[in-house]
């Protein structure tokens, strides 16, 4: 069996004639609830007889935080790693909720880079020792700070993933730091092999970003566990609201960020509360928390408004509520909606770029209102309750919608456009 090891300084190598063997700090890491390996010894992290002679694929990204890419991020690892592939999931930081989510089959290291530079020194080694058959990068830091890696040391199949629509996120952040992201993404992109895009939306923005030097980029809709979204939607939950309910209950859930509208989502609550009793329960964690709270209760719906934080299992709420609500203003392809749909969850969405309208077939499997229209999106959700202007698809044909986005799919394409 192939072994990592693991100094006391945190040195990684594969004891394997041929694997890596770099000598800047990185660790091992357990998928498995009890944590990390510790930084001594030898150790094993459940790699295959067969991985030394295995195709090796490598991933990285950021870290495995609560957001839809990191949700997929684990899938596609887990599902790569589960059809012989040696897979080697890096992450700058072994931190967030889907760390106890990796599969075992995955070769799960932790490079701990303090700075950019660290990052790019570590994966400057692991790309000229391990020459995976391909790296794919998730999101737009860790996909610079590889492409970065992969120039110097002549590597070049980088296969960077697109997660959202940067020309229409650009318009609703504002920040010095995301136009100089965008500037860079401009100029380093060019130099990957290929780019994925996880919508058409995005994936024409990034041609009329990139011009005539595009490398080619390919549209691979996000892919997940179908079945596993209706057992989970079936699991009890015991939010108070739910357990003993007494009036309709909303929820909705993604990071607490301007980019999702929550400040519209609480306008129309406000205005539906005026006319009927209802709650609202918003799961995800983010930067505006505090914000929104205080919104919450300068409207006078504080008490019928639980910000629950993050959830592992969010759809055993979302079966037990009336409707599923998302506010967003812009997005790339919301894994959250798609959960929704698949468990069968009455959705309202805002009609924003790329994304909800691929989901929701234009309207057919549930309702979309304009952005920023908290006007509307009280009258869908009143409508919803009342049972007017229901979608027109049926049970059978939203099953049938909502295969594209199987686990299955996505990673027959991956393994298409990366060539291995």
């Known amino acids: 069996m192939p072994w990592i090891g693991v100094g006391r300084a945190g040195q990684i190598f594969y004891t394997k ?13 357990s998928p498995h609830p009890h944590g990390p390996l510790p930084h001594v010894g030898l150790v094993s992290v459940s790699m295959s007889a067969s991985d030394s002679t295995s195709t090796r694929i490598a991933i990285f990204i950021e870290d495995l935080s609560g957001g839809g890419a990191e949700k997929v991020t684990v899938l596609l690892a887990g ?3 589960a059809r012989g ?85 650009d318009k609703i952040d504002h920040q010095m730091r995301r136009r100089f992201l965008k500037v860079l993404v401009s100029v380093f992109y060019r130099a990957s092999k290929g780019i994925i895009a996880c919508a058409e939306r995005p994936a024409a923005s990034m041609r009329a970003l990139l011009g005539r030097a ?60 005026r006319e009927q009793p209802a709650r609202l329960i918003i799961l995800g964690q983010g930067p505006l928390r505090e914000e929104l709270g205080r919104q919450a209760s300068k409207l006078g719906i504080g008490d019928d408004v639980d910000f629950a934080g ?40 805002t009609d924003c770029p790329a994304g909800p309208s691929e989901i929701l077939d234009g309207g ?30 049926s049970a059978q044909e939203r099953e049938a919608h909502m295969q594209q986005y199987s686990i299955e799919n996505m990673v027959r394409d991956y393994i298409k456009v990366i060539g291995v």
């Open 17 to 29: 004639a041929g694997h890596f063997n770099s000598r800047l700090p990185a660790r091992a890491v």
């Open 79 to 81: 599902d790569l790693a």
């Open 85 to 169: 592939y040696a897979t080697d999931l890096i992450v700058q930081r072994a931190t967030g909720p889907f760390v106890d989510q990796v599969s075992p089959r995955v070769n799960f290291i932790e490079i701990g880079g303090k700075n950019p530079l660290q990052s790019v020194l570590w994966l400057m080694h692991y790309l000229r020792r391990a020459r995976p058959a391909a790296m794919i990068t998730e999101m737009e830091k860790a996909s610079l700070l590889g492409i970065v890696a992969g120039r110097m040391v002549g590597y070049h199949n980088i296969f960077p993933c697109v997660h959202i629509d940067l020309a229409s996120y």
């Open 214 to 273: 595009a490398p080619p980029v390919s549209m691979i809709q996000n892919g997940f566990d179908l079945a596993a979204f209706r057992a989970e939607g079936a699991e009890p939950t015991d939010h108070r609201w739910l357990t003993a309910k007494d009036r309709p209950v909303f929820v909705a859930c993604g990071r607490l960020t301007q980019q999702k509208g929550y400040d519209v989502m609480l306008r129309a609550f406000a205005r539906l509360r």
């Open 310 to 349: 993050f959830l592992k299992n969010p759809l055993a709420l979302f079966t037990k509520a009336d409707g599923y609500l998302m506010s967003s203003r812009s997005e790339g392809l919301p894994s959250v909606l798609i959960m929704a749909l698949a468990a069968g969850c009455k959705s309202i969405s």
């Open 364 to 393: 057919k499997f549930g309702r979309l209102v304009p952005v920023d229209d908290d006007v509307a999106l009280a009258a869908a959700m009143a409508d919803l309750l009342a049972g007017r202007n229901e979608p027109a698809g």
